[in-house]
């Protein structure tokens, strides 16, 4: 079955610019998925890419896909404190409507 | 509504005891998901509702845990004789339809003394 793999932990300082990861092994998923979740909340969508694309620009982020290597990352531009969180990647399984997330990596923003 | 409700946000229950957690989703998605979030972990699929369909159950852990979703609306996740490991935060999700984009509500948080 699908399985999705992220790092744990990123930290970087306010102003730079944050790169999450993920490594998904289902290389049929229609769509792939960026949620953010803030401590004590729930998962809000922050992206989408379709699996046809390579790269998809929104605002501050940018998400890169590489079909070859089954890897999906998550670019956020000019990382403000309000953005530390919770990132999880999620890929529906083959022929599904189950998401399989990834662990998720908490992103600290240090001021 | 605007977005997926739940309720309670918080619930703390004795071992032993039953729980039933409530999940609105967004006004006409067809699609209803509940996942688990332990502490931690990522998120575990629990069950899922579409439409008249019988729903799929595949990823409930034990006969303790039932879901229910009434008139294809409102579903309710009931828990009997919890039990400690129950701790966690539930996650209620809808979308139009199956295979479209997943709308989460901000979880009820499980705590089993």
């Known amino acids: ?111 | 509504g605007a977005g997926v409700s739940q309720s309670p946000s918080n619930k703390v229950t004795e071992k032993g005891k039953d729980v039933e957690l409530r999940c609105d989703p967004i006004s006409g998605h067809t699609a209803l998901y509940w996942y688990r979030q332990s502490l931690g972990q990522g998120l575990e699929f629990l069950i899922y509702f579409q439409g008249n369909s019988a729903p799929d159950k595949s990823g409930l852990p034990s006969d303790r845990f039932s879901a229910e979703r009434t008139g294809g609306s409102v579903s309710t996740l009931t828990i009997q004789r919890t039990q400690q490991e129950d701790s966690a935060v539930y996650l209620c999700a809808s979308s139009k339809g199956q295979g479209e984009t997943q709308y989460f509500g901000p979880g009820t948080r499980l705590l089993v003394l």
């Open chain 1, 1 to 111: 079955g699908e399985d999705v793999e992220q790092s744990l932990f990123l930290s970087v300082r306010e102003g730079d610019s944050s790169v999450i990861n993920c490594t998904y092994t289902d290389s049929s998923s229609t769509y792939l998925y960026w949620y953010k979740q803030e401590p004590g909340a729930g998962l809000q969508l922050l992206t989408y890419i379709f699996s046809n694309m390579d790269m998809k620009q929104d605002q501050r982020l940018t998400v890169l896909l590489n079909k070859k290597d089954k890897h999906l990352s998550l670019r956020i531009a000019d990382t403000q404190t309000g953005d530390s969180a919770i990132y999880f990647c999620a890929a529906p399984g083959a022929g599904t409507y189950k998401y399989i997330f990834g662990t998720g990596t908490r992103l600290k923003v240090l001021a």
